[in-house]
């Protein structure tokens, strides 16, 4: 009685790396490419935030008749006054939702008066510093 062998399939360990050394080339092709678009989406992201922002704070100054204060901040979107005699012209919160941090995780510069304008709203971009190209490029309200 002679006995059958199953044939056995598979991949060998040699198709097996070559699959792999492809993988890795095509991801490091690609790769970089989609990692240079987020750049360009967050920027877009804070100009997109920095419109809502000021479309909230013209609410707020329809209401309370001035843009909140330096000191006041952005702050003043969401909180009412401690004043009494304020907080009865105060109808907010006017925005859906607060905004504290732009993209990079810092916080938006709120000055008014501002420089440019009855207030200016700045985010500095991925460095979180003032001016800078590219991805630390300042994303400014009077732009």
Do not use: C
């Amino acid at each position: 009685m002679k006995l059958k062998l199953k044939k056995q399939s598979g991949f060998t360990l040699i198709e097996l790396l070559i699959v792999m050394v492809i993988l890795v080339l095509l991801a490091s092709l690609v790769g970089p490419k989609l990692f240079g678009h987020l750049g360009g989406a967050k920027t877009k992201t804070a100009k997109a935030q920095i419109e809502m922002l000021g479309a909230s704070l013209d609410g707020y100054r329809l209401d309370m008749g001035k843009y909140p204060t330096t000191e006041q901040g952005l702050a003043a979107l969401d909180k009412a006054p401690a004043d009494a005699a304020q907080a009865t012209n105060w109808h907010g919160p006017y925005s859906k939702k607060p905004v504290e941090k732009d993209p990079w995780g810092n916080p938006y510069a709120y000055k008014a008066p501002g420089a440019h304008g009855e207030y200016d709203l700045v985010s500095y971009g991925a460095d979180g510093k003032e001016g800078g190209t590219g991805e630390d490029a300042d994303v400014q309200s009077w732009k």
